[in-house]
């Protein structure tokens, strides 16, 4: 099992940056794809971005695609999440997840070991 953990999150004027990580332990990540995700206080959880085991393929939700960018360290076991013009419709706690599925099918389900979540809030 991976332990993962998010930071990075905060408060931030609509059109600011942040930057999220997440570190891995327990075991190395390079060997897994792996996903952002958020959630909204009442909302289901929501896909943001994936990115494969090397870093080759990204995937984005059409709402942030030009605006967040996924990246990965495996020599530091850790992903991140760029996050630039941000928007209030962009507040939500940000989780991070290994995905256990080789289809991306961008849904809760395809993941695992999910981290605690930062919560990133964007003012207008």
């Known amino acids: 099992q991976v332990q993962l953990v998010e930071s990075g999150g905060g408060l931030v004027q609509a059109g600011g940056s942040l930057r999220l990580s997440c570190a891995a332990s327990?075991?190395?990540?390079?060997?897994?794809?792996m996903g952002w995700f958020r959630q909204a206080p009442g909302k289901e959880r929501e896909f943001v971005a994936d990115?494969?085991?090397?870093?080759?393929?990204?995937y984005y939700a059409a709402s942030v695609k030009g605006r967040f960018t996924i990246s990965r360290d495996n020599a530091k076991n850790t992903v991140y999440l760029q996050m630039n013009s941000l928007k209030p419709e962009d507040t939500a706690v940000y989780l991070c997840?290994?995905?256990?599925?080789?289809?991306?099918?961008?849904?809760?389900?395809?993941?695992?070991?999910w981290g605690q979540g930062t919560q990133v809030t964007v003012s207008s």
């Open positions: 997840a290994r995905r256990r599925t080789v289809v991306v099918g961008k849904v809760p389900g395809d993941y695992d070991d």
């Open positions: 327990g075991r190395r990540i390079s060997s897994y794809a």
């Open positions: 990115i494969t085991w090397s870093g080759g393929t990204t």
